[in-house]
DNA sequence: CTGAAAGCGCTTACAG
DNA sequence: CTGAAAGCGCTTACAG
């Protein structure tokens, strides 16, 4: 069954393409018994305009396209489901691309997206993206652009993050707080600026309490892997016997260091206290439960919409638009891998 | 900047629109040297053709719809992840749509995939859908189907799916040959088609080794969580103290009653063999780490994708198509929580 | 109140 | 070798 069009509708009805047309749009210049006839018509075949025509004659697509690094991951996939849940409460539709934290994919996707004539681009950053030629590439085609959680400074656009440093913070101090006095972080690759900044949150909530902060006690996980937490739980124990509790990058690698205490009988948080990062879904299954930060995805998403959102409507106003950071607040979980 | 246009670059060269546009495509009948001049233009201005322009003459998109119940959710992420990937490479763009396992979502769900003139659509049903009405209506609006994990048997499409029942049946063999002899089942709610297989694959496998297959034995869990698991791993060792294994419809299900035994020192799997369904993520992480049944949801999403792109071909080319049911192995993962 | 015309950006059968 | 014309399906300023 093909699709109905207008052109049909008017042929059945006698009349041209135009009144049928405005007889659909409430043009009031359409004689009462005209549009009756052509609604009526239209139910009974029911007739869809077509999107595609209708959006190279408006020149957008009510379309917009979501580039992520990973989308097996609780946060991503939080994030995804927040952008795709609010574009679809505004009549948008969302294209989903994952560059899998690889700089040449996203490379090209940025190109797909902007082949496809999107309304908006969300993007967060691969993680080995350091040229950011392809982004700026987005703004200059004129097509909006929203960076969430993994954003780069050097792009003159709205971001939605949250404030790592503070939450690293928070998390650390309650760690102070319960008792602890020689934590370690495991912390993420150099690049990534929420790999630094959880990291100097870290520092800042040593240093405010006077603790050990030296470097000694500060372990960069490459892979930001289970592995990895197992490898730096059993180096960090080693190297500090008086050792009371670690930070972690993100929740996976706290799951590592929790299973290596777990297959050696080392008490948490009796002897070990550990604070993950993001509030994986995995988290509060695991035993003991994960204490961890809380990284909201499902809002973020949502918020990155609705900015991008802003901006598509301000410039169909010909106002001007002003690039906004919006910081989502993050909350320490406590849960049973810390003491209190 | 304004994206550049066949017009704009017919008016500098100062030759016709059809010139330019065949100079591009490579048609035989234009001179080399205006072929050049607008290959030339072309590069250098960054002509992109219009996409909108070109789908509207084609009647095609090279966009699919996928609408599935969940995505914060380690199997239906693979799917998404698989379908996307390979779309991606056969140049197809993915809007992701999610039910949320609302009847009502999915419906409305599916008109705005059909109006947005898709070139098919991929469906997982929601877990309240009962009526498929709506799914019929993408047949009848000549748009390719394809079903997966989640299919009804009443509609005409091809489907990939598992084998729940015999995956189901491997799973609990396993526990009957490890030495368990009074195995429990936490199945689904009864609408799904795959609570069921999986019950009777349960089934089987007590029948087969002549173990007791009663009904008593056999909980139905109403939310599939955390929750349901803990209660029902309290309610079956209560009545029946004799229990020594059981086997969830789903893994979310299985951690469940794993908390309840660690929390409660009952040994797994000395005292129970714990055997879960899908492979999430999660259940590598916990200690002990679940056994359970891979469900390869990345290559479910990529063959998904695949039948889909091939009954597109077929059409294009005229040929008919005959819809296939595609089943995709499973297998049995053996970690921590059975014995052997 | 109705409809012919122009246009969104492209392609292609056809005439020259 | 080149280009005017028709067309994909719609909308809207304009003439009648």
Redesign the pocket.
Known sequence: M?????????EIL????????????D?????????IAVRNLAEKLN????T???N????ESKTIGLLIPEIVHHFFSNVINGVIVEAEEHGYLVIVLISNDSYELEKRQVELLLDKRVDGILVSLAGSTINIDHIKQILKRGVHLVMLDKISTEINCSKIIIDDRKAAFDATEKLILSGCKKIAHFKGPDGPKTSLDRYLGYKDALEKHKLDSSLNLVYTSKNVSLEDGRQYMDQALREHPDLDAIFTITDLVAAGALQYCQENKIAVPGKISIMGFSNWFVSGLMTPSLSTVDQPGFEMGRVAFLQLLKEIELKKNEASIHPETIVIPTSVVLRQSTKN
């Open positions: 093909q699709d109905v069009t207008l052109k049909q509708i008017a006698n009349i041209s393409i135009t009144t049928a047309s405005k007889a659909l749009k043009y009031k210049d359409v004689s009462p018994k005209t549009r007739f869809k305009p077509n595609t025509a209708l190279l004659r408006n020149k």
